[in-house]
């Protein structure tokens, strides 16, 4: 896929250069699962795409520096996080528009019209560190210690809330076969 | 489905079409804010970290750096060494100038509020034992005594060596827990406020009847026509006698409700207590006023009502009073006029009498036969004792009883309620304290020697030296013990001059009487009256006591008044007991006395007099 971008931005812009072919990479590997992993943080979809764009503005702005670190992905859901919580922060403050919600609420079951979106739902029902860790460890696939230093706290800690995030989410999981089994 | 395989399965499915389509909307879109940003010097990375979050290898480190971005104060202890660090943003917090005090267990353990130490040391040791993270928020006590509240996060590290250590990361949540407590102390206001409207009465939930005669006052004033409807139901009294006050409670409300459906929009329905229900019926001249009138009574008393499996029919009779602008009256010549109506309906056993047609009176006409109403009901002996059991708490049996004076009023009796406070007005209450005292002394012959009266006497007679020279006369002359006489006095009622009757009650105390001060906690003056005058018993006012398992506001206030009494040495009775669970609170609260419906009934004197009921405990209270 990123040929076909390189070739497409190359046909749009001129040639590509090396970097800008690295930056789509980097941002088409990592698109969906940070929409995904913001959408499931705060439950409003349009403050998670905002917050997702401006994550990789910045990703562009310094990419020089940022595609050098080892993982840079680490560092694009630091950033994200630190973006959202500006975000929700301003959202505290005006509590007059009806778009910017720090607890919006996601969408019912009922309403769940595919895994994807299954998925979003039963991680924002968990404890937001709880929700976090489950995401970075098991869907994004960063090692343990890699998310320890993402969100910033200790091994044992992400270790901990990684069994009990998943003790519920499989409760959950047994919940909803269970209203979908009595719904025929 | 295993929830694991779940996620995975969905993060590794490749993205649809519609989410390709998105991704390269997105893509344009933020190069053009890029570009914008740029175009407009901004710079999108401001206050942002562009380090490389994986370059921290030791995770204390990094645990405090970031703690310290954000403002938080860090420590860490080690259970093997017992070695305890902190920064300095958590010596801050601790309300410790930074590097003045080594960091120890002692001196966090000391800055932390007694009565959180051991929560705090149960979640370090929970974290060092299960690995997991724990959250705790404690009471920090700085110097100078101000608490502050401070957000623990407690988390476990390992060493190199292997050795576990706890890592807790503290913010200082002060201002968010008062602003929590602010708002859950409103709300507790609130509620406590709205369960116990001023001008409403409990029962019924109409207005009552200081704001009834407020409107009354109001309607006058603007110079309307229209009419003051008193009806007077007769049967309450039988009902809760009969059936129970519960019983009786529906009665009246269902009597309101009725009330409620049948008047006019623009009407206003009062309930001013004892059995009695006011009517102002606006903008209707005498003869409208009479047929609207008319025709309620009909609607009440020709309802019957089944309340709990029995069947009552509302019983009484009503007074009318038209006013307009020529009408010379307040409303409490409104209300006097109504009640001699009523009065009067009694008296011919009409159902209802209207002042339709007569000639309003002056006001000195009107007292002069309120008056001569009250003298024909002392001549004729129209006032009669009716007595209620008190039952004491430690000796589990009745040792007093409340006398309660009566006045029959053509065929039916009327509760000191209904003419009292007009009696109070019109001066003629020194008379009628001096029939109940004579009563109550002769009475105490009757009863058994030792079970003590109590008995009402108005705030206006205190400082009356020929009651108390009467008193003391009778005393003597029935010999009998003056300690078997407790003098109940409402607080409620205006104590005119305190000096004078601070002298009246200690002669009585003298005497070897008793002092109560009844209804306490409903009016102004029950912390002067407390303090000035000589009182060996408080009587909580009913309605602290009927609201009780329901408000917490009131089991708050009826414990803390009881535990003041008590160090006040002076003892606590308690009415409107109406069932064992009240009787049980008021126990534990340390209340001496109580009296009310799960006690003993009021009955006429005779029914206690001479044993029979007297000094049993009520089956109720025997547990």
């Known amino acids: 896929m990123s040929t076909t971008r390189g070739a497409e931005l190359r046909q749009q812009n001129g040639p590509a250069t090396e970097t800008e072919i690295d930056y789509e990479r980097f941002y088409e590997e990592n698109w969906l699962s940070l929409r995904r992993y913001l959408r499931s943080r705060c439950g409003d979809y349009e ?102 230093q993402i969100l910033n706290v200790a091994r044992n800690t992400v270790k901990s809330y990684k069994r009990t995030g998943l003790q519920r989410l499989q409760e959950m999981c047994l919940r909803l076969e269970q209203r979908e089994g009595a719904a025929g | 489905m295993n929830a694991e395989e779940f996620l995975r399965r969905v993060a590794t499915a490749p993205p649809t079409p519609l989410q390709q389509a998105e991704m390269r909307r997105d893509l344009r879109n933020i190069r053009a804010l890029h570009a914008q940003a740029r175009s407009e010097g901004l710079d999108p990375t401001e206050g942002l970290d562009l380090s490389d979050p994986f370059r921290h290898d030791d995770e204390v480190e990094r645990i405090a750096r970031a703690a310290r971005r954000a403002g938080l104060g860090t420590f860490t202890f080690l259970p093997k060494s017992q070695k305890l660090s902190w920064s300095e943003e958590m010596a801050v917090i601790l309300g410790y100038l930074p590097t003045t005090r080594p960091a120890s267990k002692i001196t966090l353990l000391d800055r932390l509020h007694g009565d959180d130490r051991v929560e705090f040391c149960r979640q370090v040791n929970h974290a060092l034992d299960t690995g997991e993270v724990t959250e705790t928020t404690v009471r920090i006590t700085r110097r100078g005594r101000a608490v502050s509240h401070v957000h623990f996060y407690l988390e476990v590290f390992a060493e190199a060596d292997g050795d576990r250590g706890v890592i807790g990361t503290a913010q200082d949540i002060t201002d968010t827990v008062r602003a929590k407590e602010e708002v859950n102390r409103l709300a507790r206001r609130c509620e406590t406020v709205l369960t116990a409207l001023a001008d409403r009465d409990p029962v019924t939930g109409l207005i009552d009847g200081v704001r009834f005669d407020q409107e ?192 029959s009023d053509g065929g039916s009796l009327l509760p000191p309620a209904k003419f009292v406070p007009m009696a109070e007005k019109l001066g003629m209450i020194g008379e009628i304290d001096q029939w109940v005292t004579t009563q109550a002394i002769q009475l105490l012959g009757h009863f058994e020697p030792d079970i003590q009266l109590q008995v009402n006497l108005s705030g206006r007679s205190l400082g009356d030296t020929r009651l108390l020279a009467e008193i003391e006369r009778l005393i003597a002359l029935h010999r009998v013990d003056p300690k078997r006489l407790t003098f109940e006095v409402t607080e409620t009622a205006l104590i005119r001059n305190l000096a004078e009757a601070h002298g009246f009650m200690k002669r009585l105390r003298d005497i070897g009487c008793q002092l109560a001060l009844d209804d306490f906690g409903s009016g102004y003056g029950s912390f002067t009256y407390l303090r000035s005058l000589p009182f060996d018993i408080v009587k909580l006012d009913g309605q602290l006591v009927s609201g009780l398992m329901e408000n917490e506001a009131d089991q708050i206030i009826t414990r803390n008044l009881v535990t003041m009494l008590d160090q006040l040495h002076i003892r606590t009775q308690a009415e409107f007991v109406e069932d064992s669970r009240v009787l049980d609170l008021l126990r534990e609260y340390g209340v001496e006395f109580v009296q009310g419906y799960h006690v003993g009934v009021p009955r006429p004197v005779d029914d206690y007099v001479g044993g029979a009921g007297h000094g049993d405990a009520p089956a109720a209270c025997t547990a």
């Open chain 1, 47 to 148: 403050m998670a795409n905002d917050v997702m764009q401006q994550a990789f503005v910045v990703a562009l702005d310094r990419w020089e520096a940022v595609r050098i670190h080892a993982k840079p992905e680490g560092w694009l859901f630091v950033t994200a996080d630190k973006l959202l919580s500006r975000a929700l922060k301003k959202a505290r403050r005006e509590p007059c528009d009806e778009n910017v919600q720090d607890t919006a609420a996601p969408p019912e079951p009922y309403l769940l019209i595919d895994d994807s979106m299954t998925v979003e739902w039963l991680l924002g029902q968990l404890p937001p560190r709880e929700s976090q860790v489950v995401y970075l460890c098991v869907m994004h696939g960063f090692t343990e210690i890699e998310t320890a």
């Open chain 2, 216 to 407: 009354i006052e109001r309607a006058l004033r603007t110079g309307e026509d229209g009419a003051v409807l008193l009806i007077s139901i007769d049967n309450v009294d039988e009902i809760t006698r009969d059936l129970g006050p519960e019983i009786s409670d529906q009665f009246l409300r269902t009597v309101a409700s009725t009330l409620t459906r049948a008047h006019r929009d623009n009407d206003q329905i009062g309930y001013l207590g004892s059995g009695e229900f006011g009517l102002l019926l606006r903008g209707l001249s005498p003869a409208a006023a009479e047929i609207v009138a008319e025709e309620l009574l009909k609607t009440i008393f020709r309802q019957t009502s089944l309340i709990n499996g029995h069947h009552r029919r509302a019983t009484g009779v009503a007074g009318l009073v038209p006013f307009n602008e020529s009408y010379r009256a307040d409303s409490e010549g409104v209300l006097v006029d109504a009640d001699l109506a009523v009065h009067r309906a009694r008296t011919t056993g009409e159902p209802m009498v209207s002042m339709v047609g007569e000639v309003p009176r002056s006001s000195v006409d009107r007292r002069n036969s309120w008056r001569e109403r009250v003298r024909l009901a002392l001549r004729q002996n129209q006032f009669t004792m009716h007595a209620q059991p008190i039952y004491e708490l430690s000796e589990e049996r009745v040792t007093r009883y409340e006398l309660l004076l009566r006045l």
